[in-house]
């Protein structure tokens, strides 16, 4: 039985989030012990990634936004403001669907991580610029009156550059899966 290209997007689409979701419960989190201050590193941006690239940043953005929104409520997120949820959940995560702008470039899908995971951090360094600004600390890795720039910066810095490296590595290693799959809408 052959489903209509609109039933195997939203099939494939559930699955990505659904696997995401699973993935963000195995999660290393980023603590003061390995040099950070908080997120964890996990590979829940792969699946979204793989996703974006076969169907296109539209669809990405909106698994993104699915996934991110789950996120918030079933995998124990955090916030201090319904803008922040917004923000550093359900924006931020729909920003790793513009990694589709390299559609069906699967032997691209390294470059679509780095995309999708640069854009995913734009949103929680606005996020850390705007929102959790009064919240920063006096001190920051020793350094003394930092500015809201350049503390979130470094704080989203921690666990996003490990999340990127993570996400580029495996994407690199699934490229010689991308071939075997049907072209979407096939």
């Known amino acids: 039985m052959k489903l209509s290209k609109n039933a195997q ?11 995401s979701l699973v993935l963000s419960y195995l999660k290393i989190p980023i ?13 829940v941006m792969v ?3 793989v ?6 940043f539209g669809w990405g953005m909106l698994a993104g936004l699915a996934f991110g929104t789950l996120k918030y409520f079933f995998a124990n997120g955090f916030a201090v403001s319904w803008i922040s949820i917004i923000f550093d959940y359900s924006v931020a995560y729909a920003f790793v669907g513009l990694a ?27 996020s850390g ?15 003394g009156n930092m500015n809201p720039w350049l503390y979130s910066l470094l704080y989203n810095g921690t666990y996003m550059l ?18 075997r799959l049907p072209e979407a809408g096939e």
């Open 51 to 56: 996703f974006a690239v076969r169907w296109g």
């Open 31 to 43: 603590t003061a012990e390995w040099g950070g201050f908080g997120g964890s590193v996990d590979f």
């Open 162 to 179: 490990p999340n990127t490296i993570l996400a580029v590595m495996v994407c690199a290693l699934l490229i010689p899966l991308m071939p």
């Open 9 to 19: 997007m939203l099939a494939e689409g559930g699955i990505c989030v659904a696997l």
């Open 100 to 126: 589709g702008v390299l559609m069906r470039k699967y032997k691209l899908l390294p470059l679509a991580a780095l995309i999708g995971c640069l854009c995913r951090f734009v949103i929680h360094f606005i």
């Open 129 to 143: 610029v705007t929102v959790y600004a009064e919240y920063m600390p006096e001190e920051f890795l020793g350094i």
């Open 47 to 49: 699946p979204l990634i």
